[in-house]
Nanobody, 128 residues
Framework: QVQLVESGGGLVQAGGSLRLSCATS????????VGWFRQAQGKEHEFVGG????????YYEDSVKGRFTISRDKTRDTVYLQMNSLKPEDTGVYSC?????????????????????WGQGTQVTVSS
């Protein structure tokens, strides 16, 4: 099992930037992907983007393409979500997640149901 801990959330004005971190620990060799999700109040988890472990390939939800960037530091087992040009509609609790141990190494999962291990989340609030 892998553990995930997010940090870096906060309050920012529209147009500003934040960088979130997702520190992973445990059996990190078992997970194929780290995904980022956000959840606005009263809504379901929305996929933001992911990074594949085997080759570092990144993929994003359309509304954040060109504004958000996912990267990783393999030496620290940490994945980052750099968020630029933030908008009020980006507000929500951001969580990182990893799929189960038998997930396909070359997959690009996007659905929350495909991810079994979740962090506690970090609040991002973008003011207008």
């Amino acid at each position: 099992q892998v553990q995930l801990v997010e940090s870096g959330g906060g309050l920012v004005q529209a147009g500003g930037s934040l960088r979130l971190s997702c520190a992973t620990s445990g059996r990190t060799s078992n997970y194929a992907t780290v995904g980022w999700f956000r959840q606005a109040q009263g809504k379901e988890h929305e996929f933001v983007g992911g990074i594949r472990r085997i080759d570092g390939f990144t993929y994003y939800e359309d509304s954040v393409k060109g504004r958000f960037t996912i990267s990783r530091d393999k030496t620290r087992d940490t994945v980052y979500l750099q968020m630029n040009s933030l908008k009020p509609e980006d507000t929500g609790v951001y969580s990182c997640a990893a799929p189960g141990a038998r997930s396909a190494p070359w997959g690009t999962p996007r659905k929350s149901i495909e991810f079994r291990n979740w962090g506690q989340g970090t609040q991002v609030t973008v003011s207008s």
